[in-house]
């Protein structure tokens, strides 16, 4: 049996090249579960491995894709069997062990989640690990007891997949949403997944650099780190919360401790790679029933596996509105 793929290489000059390429099964790699793969996706991650490898990738060549959703084919973990609909996101797949770009994928079955009825593998993957991160962002601020008339919530990145998303989930839960992209243009299209504001981001990178500033969110929900994540966090309210997932603006941030000790303000870190399994399936149950699924299909793109090699330096660049779903059949 063979399947499609596309097959990274990293040359000397450490740039990656890539080929649709069909390959024996036998080149899959070791796993309990043998997936149909239907779809893929693009995540700021699979933008570094498709372009540089990003340091994510030891083995070459290599099949990227960090998310993928399909159908069991066969199994030998009591878990799964042939014909369960299932979605993978993390767990170092398409970095360290062969992921989804391929129309085929073997894992490990701990590392799946059967899908809720109520979305599709196509749906799983306009959700991804983007959407996915979105939900346990939203579920660490309700946790911390944040609820809609608690105030405002800001999202950082608000255009991009991660905020494009929780946008909508926090939306459809009744919070006023305060939406901060720098692609102004992207207003309408943030308005329609059910912003009330948009904030130029500006507005945040150059507020004054001071510790504090005048208290107005109640919460954050922060992909960007760096400058933005840093006056944003100034401006939260008395006993309010951040989750932070991404760090599109780099890994540090001029931040300062007086939030945490005169506002009593809480950071609750987001990981979506190597979350266990049980608030896995509850993030998937939660997107069944919290996720706008129309709005969802809005901030939708699709692409083939033939496609990636040019989006992976868009994404990169911050050139890539909402989601992008791969079919790998094309």
């Known amino acids: 049996m063979s399947f499609r793929a596309l097959v990274?290489?990293?040359?000397?000059?450490?740039?990656?090249?890539?080929?649709?390429?069909?390959?024996?099964?036998?080149?899959?790699?070791?796993?309990?579960?043998?997936?149909?793969?239907?779809?893929?996706?693009?995540?700021y991650k699979d933008g570094l491995v498709l372009t540089s490898g990003?340091?994510?990738?030891?083995?070459?060549?290599?099949?990227?894709?960090?998310?993928?959703?399909?159908?069991?084919?066969?199994?030998?973990?009591?878990?799964?069997?042939?014909?369960?609909?299932?979605?993978?996101?993390?767990?170092?797949?398409?970095?360290?062990?062969?992921?989804?770009?391929?129309?085929?994928?073997?894992?490990?079955?701990?590392?799946?989640?059967?899908?809720?009825?109520a979305i599709s593998t196509k749906r799983a993957m306009a959700i991804g690990t983007a959407g996915y991160t979105s939900m346990l962002c939203v579920i660490a601020l309700e946790?911390?007891?944040?609820?809609?008339?608690?105030?405002?919530?800001?999202?950082?990145?608000?255009?991009?997949?991660?905020?494009s998303v929780a946008v909508a989930i926090l939306a459809k839960l009744g919070y006023n949403v305060v939406a901060a992209t720098g692609r102004p243009q992207e207003g309408d299209y943030l308005k329609s997944l059910g912003a009330t504001t948009i904030l130029d981001r500006k507005e945040l990178t150059e507020a004054p650099d001071r510790p504090l500033l005048s208290e107005r969110f109640a919460g954050v929900v922060d992909t960007v780190s760096g400058v933005m994540f840093a006056r944003a966090l100034a401006q939260v309210k008395y006993g309010g919360a951040a989750a932070v997932c991404g760090l599109a603006a780099g890994p540090a941030f001029p931040g300062s401790i007086l939030p945490f000790i005169l506002r009593s303000v809480s950071v609750y870190g987001i990981d979506s790679v190597m979350l266990p399994k049980g608030p896995r399936e509850e993030a998937w149950k939660r997107l069944g029933t919290d996720l706008p699924l129309d709005k969802l299909d809005s901030t939708v793109s699709d692409a083939g596996l033939s496609d990636l090699m040019a989006l992976g330096p868009k994404i990169l660049k911050g050139e890539v509105r909402g989601r992008v779903v791969v079919d790998v059949s094309k």
């Not at 390429?21 to 995540?43: C, F, I, K, Q, W």
């Not at 946790?143 to 991660?162: F, M, Q």
């Open 54 to 117: 990003g340091g994510l990738v030891k083995t070459w060549p290599h099949v990227g894709g960090i998310d993928f959703a399909g159908t069991v084919e066969a199994s030998d973990n009591p878990g799964f069997k042939a014909g369960d609909k299932v979605v993978l996101n993390g767990w170092r797949v398409g970095e360290i062990h062969w992921g989804g770009y391929a129309t085929k994928a073997r894992v490990k079955g701990d590392w799946l989640v059967k899908l809720p009825a």
């Open 143 to 163: 946790k911390h007891g944040l609820k809609p008339a608690s105030g405002e919530i800001l999202v950082t990145g608000a255009a991009g997949g991660v905020g």
């Open 8 to 43: 990274l290489s990293q040359g000397a000059d450490r740039k990656v090249s890539g080929t649709v390429e069909t390959l024996s099964e036998d080149r899959l790699p070791a796993g309990d579960v043998t997936v149909a793969v239907d779809y893929s996706t693009l995540n």
